[in-house]
């Protein structure tokens, strides 16, 4: 390399840590910056364009007001470079438009260059010959391949079901699919290509943007999905198929309007004879599921599910992993919609079992614990049991203790033995015992690893998590008839070693399957309580959300089984409950779950807790007043409703609050909805009529209208 070129990739380098200028410099600073920037933006090096780029991106993120007066010239700039001939600088530039989106301006800003913009973008999309060799693409059958042990990607276990008291709604703000390397996004995750390059970078931009700009989009690719869709080349309506699956996030409102005709379309596309284009197309339609899913008489759902299906058994390892993925999305979305087709899912899954490879079996395990979670105790029919269950065993019987295969499978059966509940009894037994044994494995070398650490390797403590997470999927699905695994077993024991666990993911499993025990067989946990309660105490920190979100539950478990007897354990956790729920951005999970076990232990403790209602009572309002109506919020309103009578005082200065949070029941039980109405015209009558009345004049309409149609207040 000449010494011109080194001097100028030293200069772009100098650039490139812009991220740490002063945050106090003079905005001039940051324009001579981008000025010296441009003098190298079309060097003939591209490593000294990509350099460029890359300080363009770091600018952009620490100096973004400083460089509005550019800003125009830098997209210009970065639309060309977007498209460089070199992927690498491409890639790069490519990475603007995502740190763009994040910033307020982002729509301003790029506005009037989506006409441009977004045909790039597209185009970026497109597989290159290159790809398409590394990815085999044009070996069309390779099911009997078996898969090599570095195709498959080190795999981390996800708690299914040890997230205790799930919020009701989650969102997302577009991209992630093709960021996350774990995220089953249809893209390339062939070892051959590179986990992040143009085509994932361009369709997560596009999807981005579409996020951002929602249907003031369509205009500009519209045209473009028209001439991409139905193109000749495969390859450029491949590319096509991905955009469209790219903007659903953003532009699904408008989008709607088009899926009739788009649907069937690209239904017919998981014909293809390219197995390219079936992946990406299984894919692109577990984007747009859910509105085939809502509409009445399933006239798309069902030739959607039996076409996926198809696909699920196709000769193509890539189509049979984008199809079960796929298939996995739509059983979410779907849930007892799939209940008639119940016998065919089942029969294509099984069948599954004897085509695929190691790879895809991962995942065709996700998509069996997924229909579980969805369809639930739908598939306690002697007739499913008999074809899910026989395979499952096998494959358990296969694999050894040590074998990480042991992960998904174990996962799987969790979400299964809680959707079969009694009908997993005959199985129940070897797999308690096999879980209880893994967990006391990991203990036991865990001790020894401490003890001596030369001699005897650290445990993988994913087997005893996995394990702990099955063993509450058993808990939650055969209730009491746990019972009796329990008392012949040391698992509460082991229990009182893994909540003490310095990893918090062992911590979060354990105190999950503590409160599942309490509701399951609560006479074997009771002779514990004493020992459990001060680790709970000790877990009621906010900072480790997952772990203080289970503690905060099992203790509101055993609060409602122990009764007036919680007493002497309330010192040692409302304190932190009363910190929690006060907390700024506390998650809302977190929140709810706390505000329910407040409420329990005021239920059982009225007289303890009532003291310190003002401390929290707003705040528990709020809280509680979005969730749906059930047992945890029954035992939760009760429990307020008696710290209010023992503490009225307490409620004064938030009634307004509490009345919402009344409001927000749908249907309560007519002994609690009597609770409610004795504390309303209680109130009302303590303050008289005429400050009732401007009291309430205080009311949004909806809420005045709810209590006096259901209440008389």
């Known amino acids: 390399m000449s010494s011109v070129v080194v001097e100028r990739e030293v200069q772009v380098e100098a650039h490139v840590e812009a991220d740490n200028v002063n945050s106090t410099c003079e905005m001039v600073e940051v324009m001579r910056k981008v000025e010296n920037l441009f003098h190298l933006a079309m060097d003939d090096d591209p490593d000294v364009r990509k350099n ?95 898969d090599r042990s570095e195709d498959i990607k080190p795999r981390f276990h996800k708690s299914r079901h040890t997230i205790r008291h799930e919020p009701m709604e989650n969102g997302g703000s577009g991209g992630e699919e093709f960021a996350d390397d774990e995220s089953d996004d249809g893209l390339d995750d062939d070892s051959s290509l590179s986990d992040w390059n143009l085509r994932k970078c361009s369709a997560a931009a596009l999807d981005v943007l579409a996020n951002v700009f929602r249907e003031e989009m369509l205009p500009v690719i519209l045209p473009i999905l028209k001439e991409t869709l139905f193109h000749q080349e495969w390859e450029i309506r491949e590319s096509g198929i991905l955009a469209l699956g790219a903007i659903a996030e953003g532009c699904m409102n408008g989008m709607t309007q088009h899926l009739p005709e788009l649907i069937p379309y690209l239904i017919s596309c998981l014909q293809h004879k390219k197995a390219l284009v079936r992946s990406i197309t299984c894919w692109t339609l577990s984007r747009y599921c859910h509105w085939a899913v809502v509409l009445p008489d399933h006239t798309f759902l069902k030739p959607l599910m039996y076409e996926l299906l198809k696909c699920v058994l196709d000769s193509n390892k890539r189509v049979q992993e984008a199809a079960c993925s796929a298939f996995a999305t739509l059983e979410e979305e779907a849930c007892t919609e799939l209940v008639p087709y119940l016998a065919d899912i089942l029969k294509t899954l099984v069948f599954a079992f004897k085509k695929y490879q190691a790879k895809n079996l991962l995942i065709l395990y996700d998509a069996i614990g997924t229909l579980a979670d969805s369809v639930g105790n739908y598939l306690n029919k002697e007739e499913y049991i008999q074809m899910l269950m026989p395979p499952l065993i096998e494959k358990w019987n296969i694999l050894k203790d040590e074998d990480k295969d042991l992960f998904p499978l174990l996962e799987c059966l969790s979400s299964v033995a809680t959707a079969l509940q009694s009908g997993f009894l005959p199985y129940c037994s070897p797999v308690y015992q096999r879980c209880v044994s893994l967990v006391e494995q990991t203990l ?49 024991q082991l229990l009182y070693q893994a909540m003490q666990d310095p990893m918090p993911e062992v911590r979060q499993s354990s105190f999950a399957l503590l409160g599942d025990l309490t509701k399951a067989c609560f006479q074997y946990v009771a002779p514990c309580i004493s020992e459990f309660m001060p680790i709970l105490g000790q877990n009621l920190n906010p900072e480790l959300i997952s772990v203080c979100n289970n503690a905060t539950w099992a203790i509101g478990e055993i609060s409602v089984k122990l009764g007036p007897e ?75 409703c008696n710290m209010i009578s023992v503490n009225p005082g307490g409620v004064v200065e938030d009634f307004i609050f509490f009345c919402d949070a009344i409001a927000s029941w749908i249907n309560p039980k007519q002994d609690l909805k009597e609770m409610f109405h004795k504390i309303l015209h209680c109130f009302k009558e303590q303050v008289g009529e005429d400050n009732w009345k401007r009291f309430t004049e205080q009311f949004p309409p909806p809420l005045k209208d709810r209590l006096s149609q259901h209440y008389g207040v």
């Open 566 to 640: 919680m007493r002497v354990y309330i010192n040692l956790v409302l304190t932190d409950l009363i910190f929690i729920i006060n907390k700024p951005n506390t998650p809302k999970t977190l929140l709810e779950n706390t505000a329910i076990t407040i409420g329990r232990l005021g239920y059982v403790c009225p007289n303890e807790v009532a003291p310190l209602l003002q401390q929290f009572i707003r705040q528990w309002c709020i809280s509680l007043r979005n969730i749906r109506d059930n047992e945890e919020k029954d035992s939760a309103f009760r429990g307020v």
């Open 444 to 492: 036991n070398q865990t001790m020894a690893h401490a003890q001596n650490p030369g001699q005897f390797e650290a445990a993988d403590k994913d087997f005893m998590i996995v394990s702990l997470d099955l063993l509450s999927g058993l808990a939650e699905g055969l209730n009491g008839h746990v019972g009796q695994l329990v008392q012949q077993s040391n698992i509460m």
């Open 52 to 146: 460029v780029c890359r300080a363009l991106v770091m600018l952009l993120d620490a100096h973004i007001s400083s460089l509005i007066p550019h800003m125009h010239n830098i997209i210009e700039y970065m639309m060309i470079r977007t498209q460089d001939p070199d992927e690498n600088v491409a890639l790069e530039a490519c990475e603007f438009w995502l740190s763009l989106a994040e910033h307020p301006i982002c729509k301003e800003a790029l506005k009037p260059h989506l006409p441009k913009l977004i045909p790039i973008l597209v185009r970026g999309m497109k597989y290159s010959e290159i790809d398409i060799i590394l990815l085999k693409g044009d070996v069309e059958e390779d099911e009997s391949v078996p």
